[in-house]
């Protein structure tokens, strides 16, 4: 008895180990803080932080982009697809069962006639059905490896649709923002437009009565077209950005609806954020850590290829040459065997293949590197971005106010004859661009507070998912071996 238990139990302890490093997370050199964090940050990082602005039509895209989007769509794709793969690579750890059946009639040369058991009928019928078995022994943990690589692999997709899905919310978020801005924009053109209109208008009627000259008019009619040179690249950029957010919300180019206008919607709170989070919410650094597990557990399938393999494959069934005898007793029969199979020298093909695995792990560890540096580097870009652009609305309408002064004090003084024209038109010449810039840097601004969200991650990405059309991914520790 002891002798047979042994031998079972040397077999559980090989079957235990796994050639091979084990994954360990490196460790990472994070700041404490960023450098352009604000005091006044807010807990608002789990939230749907684009409902935040106000804007109800804001919100109805990006439900419809996370609904339609053709990306997101492909991504939840790649997903099943990786769940299909770390199903089979796992497939050889459980018992392959299969069955079979075949019926023939064969007629024997008369010369081997005599060589037949007596009885035997020329020509004669087979009758067989069996049921088989067979289980490859994983003493070494090859296959273990390749599944714990396949299933990093499936989480890395996972990650992978997580990411798109962030810059999906992201991307039309900041495409509706800048489409707000051009929209102010061109609705500056137009009244200022209008406004130079009129002017021209009377400044030739001024010289019709002698009260002006020909280089006044002239110069009218520069600023008026100075107004008018602006709307086409403003409609152009409108429609661009149009057919930009279409694409994104998974319909074919067309009009998009508006709400507020850029200067009435409320802006989000900037959320907190302590640099070693990000390594737990970001889709692309979890995404970069998976493929390092992925190719960790690859180094261990390669190295496993150096020891032998052991299979066991039998067979139970029945054969006859009546078909009424097939499930009778003496029909039955039955075969096992086991094969042990291992490399005695194969030209450098293994150790080639573990030189491969070992590269790709230091470049999957290099690339995480620098996914994290990346990252660090995206919140604190996102942070003074969002501080400089604060101060910069802040100039910029305080210009505007001043300049819409000069304008309004310089056209009174030219009316009543105590400057000349020129000063209107410095005046209205700097009001105009600086309108320009005022809509565009409120547009900015925005879309910095957008990017911020995007740089941190968080909570919200996965109460996004929600609102996917997109089926969860299979739990790979769960599901039934079929």
Avoid: H
């Amino acid at each position: 008895m002891r002798r047979r238990v042994l031998p079972l139990i040397a077999c559980g302890l090989l079957a235990g180990c796994m050639i091979g490093p084990d994954y360990r997370r490196p460790d990472v050199a994070a700041p404490k803080a960023y450098q352009y964090e604000p005091k006044q940050a807010a807990a608002t990082a789990n939230v749907l932080w684009w409902k935040l602005f106000d804007d109800p039509v804001l919100d109805g895209l990006i439900g419809d982009a996370l609904a339609n989007n053709k990306t997101v769509k492909i991504a939840a794709a790649n997903v099943e697809q990786a769940a299909g793969v770390l199903t089979s690579t796992r497939s050889p750890l459980f018992p392959q069962l299969n069955y079979g059946g075949s019926a023939g009639r064969e007629r024997f040369a008369q010369g081997s006639i005599s060589s037949l058991p007596s009885g035997f009928s020329n020509p004669t019928n087979m009758y067989q059905a069996l049921a088989g078995a067979s289980w490859e022994i994983d003493l070494w943990g090859r296959v273990r490896r390749l599944t714990e690589a396949a299933q990093a692999n499936l989480l890395a997709t996972e990650e992978a649709r997580r990411g798109v899905i962030l810059s999906l919310v992201a991307s039309v978020a900041n495409g509706y923002l800048q489409l707000r801005g051009l929209d102010e924009q061109l609705a500056m053109a137009q009244r200022t437009q209008d406004t130079y209109a009129e002017s021209l208008r009377l400044m030739k009627l001024k010289f019709q009565y002698g009260r002006v000259s020909q280089m006044n008019v002239e110069q009218a009619q520069a600023r008026y077209q100075t107004a008018a040179a602006q709307l086409p690249r403003i409609r152009r950029d409108i429609a661009v950005v149009e057919d930009a957010l279409s694409v994104l919300l998974g319909k074919a180019p067309g009009p998009i609806p508006r709400g507020r206008t850029i200067f009435a919607l409320t802006l989000p709170a900037i959320p907190p954020g302590v640099p070693s989070e990000l390594l737990e919410r970001r889709p692309d650094l979890l995404q970069a850590e998976q493929q390092l597990v992925a190719a960790n557990a690859q180094i261990g399938a390669a190295k496993a290829q150096y020891f032998p393999t052991i299979s066991l494959t039998g067979a139970l069934g029945t054969a006859s040459t009546d078909l009424s005898n097939l499930f009778k007793g003496p029909a039955r029969t039955w075969n096992f065997a086991g094969s042990l199979a291992g490399p005695i020298f194969t030209g450098g093909a293994i150790a080639g293949q573990v030189a491969q695995a070992e590269a790709a792990q230091k470049a999957a560890l290099l690339g995480y590197e620098l996914a994290i540096q990346s990252a660090f580097a995206d919140v604190d870009n996102a942070l003074i971005t969002r501080e400089t652009l604060d101060e910069q609305v802040a100039a910029q309408e305080k210009l505007v106010a001043a300049l819409r002064a000069y304008e309004r004090l310089a056209q009174l003084q030219f009316d009543g004859g105590r400057a000349p024209y020129s000063t209107v038109l410095q005046a209205e010449e700097q009001l105009f661009p600086a309108e320009l810039d005022w809509a565009a840097a409120r547009a900015q601004l925005c879309v910095s507070l957008v990017n911020i969200y995007k740089a941190m991650g968080g909570g919200w990405v996965a109460a996004a998912e929600k609102l996917t059309s997109a089926p969860a991914a299979a739990d790979s520790g769960t599901a039934a071996p079929r």
